[in-house]
């Protein structure tokens, strides 16, 4: 079943250099439950078409549908949960009054806000954390926070955009791997933005290879490995065999020096 | 050890302002007494003219002791009653203040609102607000006075707009700068949750506004104080520290302007201090403290 359908979607943002072609020719469908990412050098719009698909953004050609209905007409029926690249919690709020602040905006009852934020905490490995402050957390787990209060109000979709990007390796293998178990226990479709190639390839079953100027789908792999990923499955000669053909998107679009 | 490091600068330069002034004040009061001594025909030697310059009765500049007697006599030594007292001209002035601070933050807070909210307020708004700043306060405070009273208003209120007038500005900019300090991503995080404005405005821009807040409320009792003290001297006088200012200017009572003007820095310390207490208390109970 086809969750997220773009046909020849494009993006030209008005600046005061002329005209920027964000997106050109963008066809791209998008299943449900898939785990798809979308990599690519600054630049090349996979973070537009990330905002699009979330109706931050309005493409100015072609069209845009998530569940069968336009990009806004999705977000009032709370089709997906966004997570940015900075956790964006707020100071004020511990971290169970951070995951609630969804619940409160659209409404839910206090007893509802109550059971679901505990229940998202735990589905993130962090019970017993609900009353402390952002700053008694690490990054990670503050990102591990943020991803719990995109998950509060049962969107189907997750749209992630470089959430690891700004966190260490080590914290990010970890948090790549709980992701991945997270999406085998709920079933969601994902859509995340990254710019390195192993997380990419860890992580997807459709990796969308973008390249810039205009900004633009130059690959669409979809990922032979299983679902059941271990770590070390990042030394096996499938997985060397995706990131050597990701590499290569990468520089046929060219301006990507690997 | 850190109450010796804490107290030791401040005595230090607390005993180099008395040394200055002590000096400044032989300095400048030592004509008076040489032409008063000239007026009698008699020499003067140097100690006399120092024993002479620490105790005239109109000083140019009144010794640190004589203005600490006068403080000492109207602030503790008279009833508080009665028109003598500091304390009950520092309550005359405070009262004016308060309620013209409460109105001033209060505009300040709800120009900010609708300057952040409304495209055609943050054009049209600002520049007369910065215009209103420019006009000297001194040529505003006598024709507020004159038109209020001719309506019939006297009083504590005509001073009280006086105050808020100079205390609004403070907290409409730092508002403006608090309301808009949530950034790109938070804002578009709300989106995505469809939040209405008014819901943006209670969860994250008022929060997100508190330190700038305190930060312009200090300001603005400062200036809700001097505010309050302009307006009472233009109309007659009689009651307030900027009366006692004024009436002491009359008279060439320097020593009573020094006390006032005393009596005016206690209070304004006394009212930072208070907004610097709340602003800890609120700040800690937000979490935003650390």
């Known amino acids: ?258 | 050890m850190r109450f010796k490091r804490a107290v030791l600068p401040i005595l230090t330069v607390l005993a180099a302002i008395l040394a200055l002034w002590y000096a400044g004040a032989v300095w400048m009061n030592a004509q008076w007494s040489r032409d008063q001594a000239a007026r009698a025909g008699v020499e003067i030697g140097f100690t006399e003219i120092l024993r002479d310059t620490m105790s005239q009765e109109r000083p140019v500049l009144p010794a640190p002791h004589q203005v600490a007697a006068e403080f000492g006599k109207t602030v503790f030594g008279t009833k508080v009653t009665s028109k003598r007292s500091l304390v009950w001209h520092g309550w005359v002035t405070l009262s004016a203040t308060a309620v013209g601070f409460a109105l001033g933050s209060a505009a300040g807070i709800l120009l900010a609102i609708g300057i952040v909210h409304s495209r055609a307020m943050d054009l049209s708004v600002m520049p007369w607000a910065i215009a209103s700043q420019t006009i000297p306060i001194l040529a505003i405070a006598p024709m507020v006075i004159v038109v209020l009273s001719s309506m019939g208003v006297t009083g504590l209120l005509p001073k009280a707009i006086i105050s808020a007038w100079l205390s609004f500005f403070p907290v409409a900019v730092g508002m403006v700068k608090g309301l808009r300090a949530p950034d790109a991503m938070q804002l578009d995080q709300l989106r995505t949750w469809g939040a209405s404005r008014a819901q943006t405005f209670w969860k994250l821009r008022l929060p997100a506004s508190m330190p700038y807040l305190f930060a312009s409320l200090k300001v603005s009792v400062a200036a809700s104080l001097v505010g309050a003290i302009v307006g009472e001297l233009p109309a007659g006088a009689t009651a307030g520290l900027g009366a006692r200012l004024l009436s002491g200017s009359y008279y060439g009572q320097t020593v009573m302007i020094w006390a006032a003007l005393f009596a005016a820095a206690v209070l304004a310390a006394a009212l930072v201090g208070l907004i610097a207490a709340i602003e800890r208390v609120v700040l800690r109970r937000m979490g935003m403290a650390r």
């Not at chain 1, 690519?40 to 998530?66: D, N, Q």
């Not at chain 1, 990102?143 to 998950?151: E, G, K, P, V």
């Not at chain 1, 992630?160 to 791997?177: H, K, Q, T, Y």
Request: proline share 5%.
């Open chain 1, 1 to 258: 079943m086809t969750v997220i359908e773009a046909r020849n979607v494009g993006l030209t943002f008005a600046t005061n250099d002329g005209p920027v072609h964000a997106l050109k020719d963008v066809n791209l469908s998008i299943g449900k439950g898939e785990f798809v990412s979308f990599i690519g050098p600054s630049g090349c719009g996979k973070t537009t078409f990330l905002r699009a698909i979330a109706a931050l953004e309005h493409p100015t050609e072609g069209t845009l549908t998530v569940n069968g209905m336009s990009a806004d007409a999705a977000r009032q029926a709370r089709a997906y949960g966004y997570v940015f690249q900075a956790a964006g919690l707020y100071p004020w709020r511990t971290i169970a009054g951070n995951v609630q602040l969804p619940l409160e905006i659209m409404g839910f009852s206090k007893a509802e806000q109550a059971e679901r934020v505990e229940r998202v905490l735990a589905l993130v490995d962090l019970e017993g954390f609900g009353k402390k402050f952002p700053w008694q957390l690490s990054g990670g787990m503050q990102q591990r926070a943020s991803i719990a209060r995109a998950l509060a109000f049962d969107a189907d979709i997750l749209l992630m955009d470089e959430p690891f990007g700004a966190l260490d390796e080590i914290v990010r293998d970890r948090l790549n791997e709980e992701l991945l178990a997270l999406w085998a226990r709920t079933g969601k479709t994902i859509g995340f933005v990254t710019h390195s190639i192993p997380e990419a390839v860890y992580l997807s079953t459709k990796i969308v290879v973008m390249s810039p100027r205009p900004g633009r789908i130059t690959d669409v792999i979809d990922s032979p490995l299983p679902r059941e990923r271990p770590l070390e499955i990042r030394d096996t000669p499938e997985f060397i065999a995706i990131a050597h053909r990701v590499r290569e998107g990468l520089r046929a679009g060219h301006g990507y020096e690997v």
